[in-house]
């Protein structure tokens, strides 16, 4: 089945500095690869997508880069803010001629200082 | 929110104990999931269904069962309730159409074993 590992687990910066999160993934069948965001307390929330046809994705300060020859993504934020702090969640899934099933990585918790 | 509902929202049990958690949606979506989320161990998926009376395990399922009788709910039962089952659990459904799909979630539900 689908493994997914995340890396850092924990990632400190300074606000206006740059934050990335790489995972990687195991099953070359997986053609969708979303990233979560998770504030305390709070149910995940979905930031940005990519699907396999694509290989970078970008939405404000946030973008999405897939290697599937390597099999790992990555998640990008530009000009990090406060409000950017919150454990972050990639997942592998949607494989194709197959049901629908979402693995997720083990999460980064982000924390952006002022 | 896309009309999903966790129910309850807190539960204290003692071990051995059995606890069936719901997964309430309004909106006729296909495929339903139930994770638990751990420290250091992100978003673990227990059990999934692709359709009314079909399910299949995920990643932790021993000590899980789950039913699925009509389409809008989809349950959870910890047969015999064990401390290590104290966690988060997040319901999840599929919302959207082939290229715009996304895993929505409920506001999860607190267990606590003891």
């Known amino acids: 089945g689908e493994n997914v590992e995340q890396h850092p687990s924990t990632l400190s910066v300074q606000e206006g500095d740059s934050a990335v999160i790489k995972c990687t993934y195991s099953d070359s069948a997986s053609n969708y690869f979303p990233w979560y965001k998770q504030e305390l307390g709070k149910r995940p929330q979905l930031i940005i997508d990519i699907r396999s046809n694509v290989g970078e994705k970008k939405d404000q300060r946030i973008a999405v880069t897939l290697n599937k020859t390597a099999k790992h993504f990555s998640l990008h934020i530009t000009e990090t803010q406060p409000e950017d702090s919150a454990v972050y969640f990639c997942?592998?899934?949607?494989?194709?001629?197959?049901?629908?099933?979402?693995?997720f990585g083990a999460g980064t918790r982000l924390a952006v200082h002022p | 929110d896309a009309g999903i509902t966790q129910s309850p929202r807190h539960k204290v049990t003692e071990t051995g104990t059995p606890v069936t958690l719901r997964c309430h949606q309004t909106?006729?979506?296909?495929?339903m999931y139930w994770y638990r989320q751990d420290p250091g161990h992100g978003l673990r998926l227990i059990h999934y269904?692709?359709?009314?009376?079909?399910?299949d395990k995920g990643e932790v399922s021993d000590g899980y069962s789950v039913s699925r009788s009509k389409t809008e709910d989809f349950l959870l039962t910890l047969e015999s309730a064990t401390s290590s089952q104290t966690s988060v659990y997040f319901c999840?459904?599929?919302?959207?159409?082939?290229?715009?799909?996304?895993?929505?979630f409920g506001q999860g539900t607190r267990l606590t074993v003891v």
């Open positions: 999840a459904i599929i919302r959207g159409e082939g290229m715009n799909t996304e895993a929505f």
């Open positions: 997942a592998a899934g949607w494989p194709s001629g197959g049901y629908n099933k979402l693995i």
């Open positions: 909106e006729n979506h296909r495929y």
């Open positions: 269904s692709y359709g009314v009376k079909d399910t």
